[in-house]
């Protein structure tokens, strides 16, 4: 099993997270078109390579954060929190 | 061109076909493409036993070429996919100036990783009719193949483990008693007789309240289906090469006019991409962005043991399906990994869990021994359903997103292609299954009966 | 026959042991192996080969031996040349047909040229129907043991372990290795596959066994070092996370250790390679290793009169012992001087040897030394590709990842003095690696950043790596035999398969199985890759290798089980349930009552009296903040501005997509405090749901969301009497219809209990009161509730009852009448939807199928037939197409009639429509469209009382 490093947690089992997905903005959801809302709904590059995606640390933290893995390795490498948690940690 | 273009490019309903021309008229303008038919000997028990005597050698199943400069049709993934495209396109509509690409041997992806689970009882109408008419095409296709493929219909029982996995059974059984797909709900006592192993008691954690139960269900030799394919396409004058691995496509005006590989540079009209592992990355080289994320799905396989199971039984709440070759080894399959990865390294904790819930089914089976584990590679749609046909991207095919349904569907997804390709025209039995549902989100509905809802 | 006493032997003379073999009794004593007992009652013959029904004996005894597979007891394919024998063990030969003693040589020969590899793929074409007959015929060639349908006894444990460094070898290499890794500072495991420490030292000459018994004082004076025997490294995952398969515990059937090592050593020393030639297969045909386990081990004696077949040392030293056993040696073929064996004859067991010069020797025993096989797979696992090596006939480590280390015989010759040397340096790299692993871990880096690497720094201090020595290369000789002894694949099958076109080895093996049986390809797959080769007329680098897998070694599914933990989640009231004989449903997680006995006496109490549900799994988050409402607006369709305190409002969730995903009341406790609830199995979902806005899109929002589900115990009190039994044991709330109306929410003291809160809502379409006390009190107040209720005909009630009265009621389950693509206008939310709000999770999706009338409708149906119950996902079919389904259906006990919901197509949703639904003997029912989804009370008068 894949160690991912939880930027609160440090290294824990993967199986204590869920994989979100590749990270992918949230079009305007007012002025977007079907096209774009539905590209971001359902298309994904799916590289086979470096991607940064979002997990969720389900059985600890609780916190979303943004990881670079490489896709054939499952190395990981440059992580970092979602603003929230990073905004929350200062105030 | 930024990826939010291609994406929006990816998402045009698609009106372009291929140049408005039915593919046979492009065939006569790109000349040959005659079939090279040679003697081939037949598979008997009667040329085994003369051969037997005499040591004759059997001819190779199919020959290696040289790469030609070009081909009316590539067809890129030497899977169960690529060869039956190229089989029927030789032999139902006289395409044979036909190659078939695999950047290993011919079943070396999912076609030589899955489980072999062949079945139909799915929960769409479109979905029963496209894998109905595959399971029949695989009930004939030892004899039309002259290949035994040992398609054994030992029945297929997906077990329910909570009443709303009872109700999607019963769904699906309704479904497919309305499309003439012999299907139907049975209680624990009669999955007992069928097989005896199960604990069917109130027991275990998830007891067994029910079965969906698919008589015409079964497993198949999966390199026999690949090899038999590839023999007859070989037959037909298909050129086959193997270790020849795609490294661009070239495109021109919008249009396909051929692939960059390892060992040079094919020029075609039409190129399909029949890949499965690999779908994304392949449909990106034409900027054709795909719904798609890979993942490993993993098996494993355990030493031999004197036949005791004789019906594939699955289950989707505890994430197993298992099945006893005639050799006599139970093989298991899980659901696909948890997050993406083109990593077939297979990991522990799948196989932990794998062994608890075949555990949980089958109590008795706690010493047999896992001999191997391995991993294959499932492209997942978001609707758990294939994406077929054309591209924004003209010539460009795709027979892609096959999730872990993709070998059920090798000879009805061929057959459909081909048509398809002679046709430049959809056939109706793959319409449901095209790109552009994802652009007007009209997404099909096998995900109820892929994923247990609550 | 039994030796006198050798001094490496493990077998304890005075503990002599009986046990049954193929029915008959045999002696053995305490250390042996079923085999080697076996082979010291001058038994030779152990099993019938798969396919062709050829008998086999010892030819490696060790736990690679394909020929000695046995049955023992209810335990299939058991290694008897590993298994130690056990006082009263009953042991039999697994493939025996006709009978392992009779010699079915003829018959053999005259079936197998037509049983070649593949011969199943040529035949039993035509016609299909007949294939299940010809597939029984198949089948009756399954090999392997029987597997009784009896739970297997046994107790199945696992551990969790950090150790610095493991080592998977404990011959000298591992030890030396894991010796100085200690005392470099590491805590070691050092995993042996065999029942002692040692290796090959265990069966040498007296220098090999004063090493030995050093290197293990070094040992077991070591504080730091696990050893583990009769254990194995099964497999290297990601992130070097081991599978460590412990076995010969005390108490425990088998423990499988879940290992993450900070580094690998990878020591397990060379396979021994058989030799592929005619008659290679028969009993009497074994590796010098086999010879001298057999002597040096057991003490016994493998035969009388022997030829021995040599490349190398080992082979040398197997002649020394088998003449040291009184074992007459008639000859010994030196391959290194041009010497070849071509086959060996006998009928059942070996009776002559011919060799290459033409000689021929009558003997009983022939053992061949031909070379190693690299057991590369756990670097294989590692990622690595081992490369061949012409000039010592072998695969070698390539590149391996910093966390994996390799020494000993994987990694090169030399003397044992320069293996011990190698072995102590690896270790200490191993520690020093496993020194920069750990402190990248607390420092929470996962991987080396190049900077970082040891590996760089060690490049000064490098290991002089092992000599290689040059081999023959041995593979296949002059005539054809077995390459895969338990697949029964020989070099001619496989040289017939790559002349078929299955030319390279992975086809030729999926082709052929060869490299596919019990040894999984250790014993084989050099000879099969070297096979392939020769055929196809290349070398052996360019065929290239078979992927290794794991597992390293077979492991059982109940190791890889352990113990299942699947946890339970009960309400604070689950032992009265118990106490009344409640009926449990599964629900997910959650196990609770379905009913008391008679669920349509459970509604019509309702209806008519009072009644009490438990629904504690009902997922509640509190929410805190200023910004509470912002979020609820975000997550639901509806509006949450304006909600009062004191008010509750029924709000849908969609997904980015539009489709419903949960539903459930929430209600405003103060200012900035709300209290929501979702459907109990969408309860974890959706708080990560929730989480993903907050930290995600909107990291400004000032709000907290908790989960207590756990926190309350929840009872819904419903029926026309529910507020008279309230106004028993609720202080300081006024419970009047005016004080306290529908869709209102209180807190106040329950039965003594304070802080209960109380929300007026009503899913049963009943006056009822739901109540969310403490959940330590969550009995009490029950308890209290049944009591005070008793006059008034109060009755609990369970799920099916509940799912009847919202059925009447016409509330929808999310997730059984909404399905994957059903976006909330086709729910009959339309009230709920407020696309004028700025954002909410789905709002394109929801305002472009505003937009349009072509999506399924949900639609009450009342079936014509006032007897029949359609049951649930009966399908509507219209025009001879399926048109819709229904999602939910019951009798009611109130109105005396089926009563339904349904998804149906667009232009059958008009109420009035008349709709044919197919019931499951193919009969149709009709059914006609109602104007409201509730079929009782579609007013809602009785809730709002």
Redesign the interface.
């Known amino acids: 099993m894949i160690l991912i490093p939880c930027p609160n947690c440090g290294p824990r089992n993967a199986s204590e997270f869920r994989y979100v997905g590749e990270s992918i903005a949230r079009p305007d959801p007012n002025s977007a078109t079907q096209e774009q809302w539905r590209a971001y709904l359902y298309e994904r590059v799916n590289p086979s390579g470096w991607t940064t995606e979002s997990w969720f640390h389900r059985a600890g933290c609780g916190r979303y954060f943004k990881i670079e893995r490489d896709t054939n390795s499952n190395e990981v490498r440059a992580v970092r929190l979602e603003p929230a948690a990073a905004t929350k940690g200062e105030s | 061109m930024s990826?939010?273009d291609r994406?929006?490019r990816?998402?045009?309903p698609v009106t372009g076909r291929l140049s408005g021309k039915p593919y046979k008229s492009i065939r006569n303008t790109l000349g040959k493409g005659t079939g090279e038919k040679r003697g081939q000997a037949r598979?008997?028990?009667f040329?085994?036993?003369r051969r037997?005597?005499t040591k004759d050698?059997?001819?190779?199943?199919?020959?290696e070429h040289e790469l030609s400069s070009s081909y009316d049709v590539v067809v890129v993934g030497g899977g169960v996919h690529g060869l039956a495209i190229a089989y029927y396109l030789a032999h139902r509509h006289g395409i044979t100036n036909v190659c078939v690409l695999d950047k290993?041997?011919?079943?070396?992806g999912g076609s030589?990783r899955n489980t072999a689970i062949i079945r139909s009882n799915y929960l769409t109408?479109d979905g029963v009719r496209f894998y109905d008419r595959s399971v029949k095409l695989y009930?004939?296709l030892?004899?039309e193949l002259?290949?035994?493929v040992?398609?054994?219909?030992r029945g297929h029982l997906t077990l329910a483990?909570?009443?709303?996995s009872l109700?999607?059974m019963?769904?699906r059984?309704?479904?497919n008693?309305?499309e003439n797909i012999d299907s139907e709900v049975i209680g624990p006592e009669e999955i007992k007789k069928l097989v005896?192993?199960l604990d069917v008691s109130s027991e275990p954690?998830?007891?067994i309240l029910g079965a969906l139960y698919h008589p015409p269900g079964g497993i198949i030799?999966h390199?026999?289906v690949v090899?038999?394919y590839a023999r007859g396409a070989d037959t037909a004058g298909v050129h086959i090469h193997?270790n020849t691995e795609v490294v661009g496509i070239n495109v021109s005006s919008g249009r396909v006019t051929g692939v960059r590989t390892n060992r040079g540079d094919i020029s075609a009209p039409i190129v399909v991409n029949a890949t499965a592992g690999?779908a994304?990355?392949i449909s990106?080289m034409v900027g054709v962005?795909?719904?798609?994320?890979?993942s490993p799905l993993q098996a494993a396989v355990?030493?031999?043991?004197?036949?005791?199971l004789n019906t594939v039984v699955v289950s989707g709440s505890l994430h197993v399906y298992m099945s006893q070759t005639?050799?006599?080894e139970l093989v298991f399959g899980a659901s696909v990994d948890?997050?993406?990865?083109?990593?077939m390294?297979?990991?522990?904790?799948f196989?932990?869990g794998?062994?608890?819930h075949?555990?949980?089914l089958m109590?008795?089976?706690?010493?047999?021994?896992?001999?191997?584990?391995?991993a294959g590679l499932c492209d997942m749609t978001?609707d758990y359903s294939p994406i077929m046909g054309f591209t924004p991207v003209e010539g460009f095919l795709v027979d892609v997103g096959w999730g872990t349904y993709g070998f059920k569907a090798g000879p009805v997804s061929g057959e459909a292609m081909a048509q398809l390709i002679a046709d430049n025209k959809t056939p109706q039995i793959i319409e449901a299954f095209a790109l552009e549902r994802?652009?007007?989100?009209e997404?099909l509905?096998e995900?109820?009966a892929a994923?247990v809802?609550? | 026959m039994r030796l006198s006493l050798r001094p490496g032997e493990v077998i304890d003379r005075s503990r002599p042991l009986r046990f049954t073999w193929n029915g008959h009794d045999y002696p053995a004593f305490l250390g042996d192996t079923i085999s080697s007992a076996l082979a010291a009652s001058g038994e030779r013959v152990m099993s019938r080969s798969f396919k062709y029904s050829r008998p086999r004996g010892v030819l490696t005894a060790d736990s690679l031996d394909p020929g000695c597979i046995v049955q023992v007891g209810d335990e299939p394919n058991v290694r008897a040349s590993h298994r130690r024998v056990e006082d009263g063990m009953i042991a039999s030969p697994q493939n025996v047909w006709p009978s392992l003693r009779f010699d079915v040589k003829v018959a053999n020969r005259a079936v197998s040229r037509f049983l070649s590899a593949g011969f199943y793929y040529k035949t039993f074409m035509k016609p299909q129907r007949l294939w299940p007959a010809y597939e029984a015929v198949l089948k009756r060639f399954a090999s392997g043991g029987v597997i009784s349908n009896r739970p297997a006894a046994g107790y199945f444990d696992k551990r969790y372990a950090h150790p610095d460094v493991v080592v998977a070898g404990g011959g000298p290499a591992g030890m030396s290795a894991a010796v100085a890794a200690a005392e470099a500072g590491a805590q070691v495991m050092l995993v042996e596959s065999e029942h002692e420490l040692g290796g090959h030292l265990r069966w040498g000459g007296a220098h090999e066994l004063s090493v030995l018994a050093e290197l293990k004082a070094a040992v077991s004076a070591t504080n730091s070092i696990e050893v583990l025997i009769d254990s194995v490294v099964a497999g290297r995952y990601d992130g070097n996370f081991l599978a460590i398969l412990q076995r010969s515990l005390p108490g425990v059937t088998e423990r499988l250790i879940k290992a993450r090592a900070k580094t690998l050593i990878v020591a397990p020393g060379l396979i021994e390679r058989p030799y592929v030639f005619a008659g290679n297969d028969l009993p009497g045909v074994m590796l010098s290793g086999a010879a001298r386990r057999l002597i040096n081990l057991w003490a016994v004696k493998p035969g009388t009169r022997a030829v021995v077949f040599t490349a190398n040392s080992s082979g040398d030293a197997a002649a020394q012992d088998l003449e040291g056993a009184g074992v007459e040696v008639c000859c010994v073929e030196d391959a290194r001087r041009g010497g070849d064996v071509v086959r060996a004859s006998g009928s059942a067991t070996l009776q002559s040897v011919e060799c290459g010069d033409g000689r021929t020797y009558q003997c009983d025993l022939l053992v061949t030394a031909t070379g190693w096989t690299a057991p590369t797979s756990l670097l294989n696992m590692a990622g690595d590709k081992p490369t061949y090596d012409e000039r010592a006939a072998r695969f070698f480590p390539c590149s391996l990842p910093e966390d994996v280390l390799a020494t000993g015989g994987i990694t090169g010759d030399g003397s044992l003095e320069q293996i011990l040397e190698h072995a102590a340096h690896t270790g200490r790299l191993a520690a020093g690696r496993a020194r920069v692993a750990g402190g990248r871990l607390r420092k929470g880096v996962p991987h080396a950043a190049p900077t970082d690497s040891p590996v760089a720094e060690e490049q000064s201090n490098a290991i002089t790596a092992l000599p290689v020595d040059a081999h023959v290369a041995l593979f296949r000789g002059r005539t054809h035999g077995f390459v895969d002894f338990s697949e029964d694949v020989s070099s001619k099958e496989l040289e017939a398969a790559v002349a078929e076109g299955y030319s390279s080895i992975e086809l030729a093996k999926r082709y052929t199985t060869a490299t596919m049986g019990s040894a999984q390809g250790k014993l084989e797959v050099v000879n099969a890759v070297a096979v392939v080769a020769a055929a196809t007329e290349s070398t052996i680098t360019e065929t290239g290798t078979t992927v290794w897998r794991p597992p390293y070694a077979p492991i059982t599914l109940g190791a890889l089980a352990g113990r299942t933990l699947e946890p339970v989640r009960y309400s604070p009231m689950q032992s009265w349930h118990e106490a009344r004989g409640a009926t449990p449903l599964v629900a997910g997680a959650w196990i609770r009552p379905d009913h008391y006995g008679n669920p349509t006496a459970e509604v019509r109490n309702v209806r008519s009296n009072v009644g009490l549900i438990d629904v504690t799994p009902l997922g509640k988050f509190d929410l805190r903040g200023p910004d509470a409402a912002k979020l609820l607006s975000q997550l639901y369709v509806n509006k949450w501005a304006k909600l009062a305190v004191g008010s509750v409002r029924y709000g849908v969730m969609c997904a980015e997509d539009g489709v419903v995903l949960d539903d459930g009341v929430t209600g405003r406790l103060s200012d900035d405090n709300y209290l929501m609830t979702a459907t109990s199995s969408g309860a974890d979902t959706l708080l990560e749901w929730a989480e993903s806005w907050l930290q995600t899109e909107h990291p400004e929002w000032r709000v907290h969301i908790t989960p207590v589900t756990s926190d309350f115990a929840s009872i819904n009190v419903a029926g026309p009497k529910s507020r008279t039994l309230l106004e028993r044991l609720v202080e300081n709330v006024d419970l009047s219809a005016e004080a306290f109306p529908y869709m209102r929410v209180r807190r106040g003291r329950v039965a003594g209990v304070e802080d209960c809160l109380m929300w007026r809502i009503g899913f049963t379409g009943e006056l009822s009161f739901e109540l969310h006390v403490p959940s330590s009190y969550g009995l009490h107040v029950w308890e209290s509730l049944m009591e005070q209720g008793a006059d008034l005909g109060i009755a609990p009630f369970g799920i099916e009852a509940q799912r009847i009265l919202r059925l009447e009621k016409g509330h929808l389950i999310v997730g059984q009448d909404t399905d994957g693509l059903t976006r909330a206008y086709s729910a009959e939310l339309d009230w709920a939807i407020k696309l004028d709000k700025e954002d909410f999770s789905g709002k394109p999706e929801l305002s472009w199928q505003a937009e349009r009338s072509d999506w399924p409708k949900l639609v009450g149906l009342r079936p014509e037939d006032v007897t029949v119950v359609p049951p649930e996902a009966s399908q509507i079919v219209h025009d001879g197409a399926i048109a819709g389904r229904i999602t939910s259906s019951r009798m009611s006990p109130t109105l005396g009639r089926p009563i339904c919901l349904g998804l149906v197509a667009p232009h059958l949703a008009e109420p009035g429509t008349e709709l044919s639904i197919v019931l499951p003997a193919g009969v149709r029912a009709r059914a006609v469209v109602t104007e409201h989804l509730a079929h009782f009370d579609p007013e809602g008068q009785r809730l709002r009382g």
């Not at chain 2, 483990?161 to 709303?164: L, P, R, V």
């Not at chain 2, 109590?363 to 391995?374: C, D, E, G, H």
């Open positions: 990826g939010r994406i929006s990816a998402l045009t598979y008997s028990a040329d085994l036993f037997g005597f050698p059997w001819p190779p199943v199919w020959r290993s041997y011919v079943g070396s030589g109408p009930e004939n030892s004899a002259n290949f035994n040992m398609f054994s219909q483990h909570n009443d709303s109700r999607t019963r769904w059984a309704e479904v008693k309305l005896p192993y954690r998830y007891p030799r390199d026999a090899w038999g193997q690999w994304s990355l990106n962005r795909m719904p798609i994320t890979t355990t030493e031999p043991v004197k036949p005791f005639d050799r006599g948890p997050f993406p990865s083109y990593s390294r297979g990991s522990l904790d196989i932990e794998l062994a608890s075949v555990l949980e109590p008795a089976l706690s010493k047999m021994r896992v001999l191997r584990q391995w978001p994802f652009g007007t989100g997404l509905g995900k109820g994923s809802g609550h």
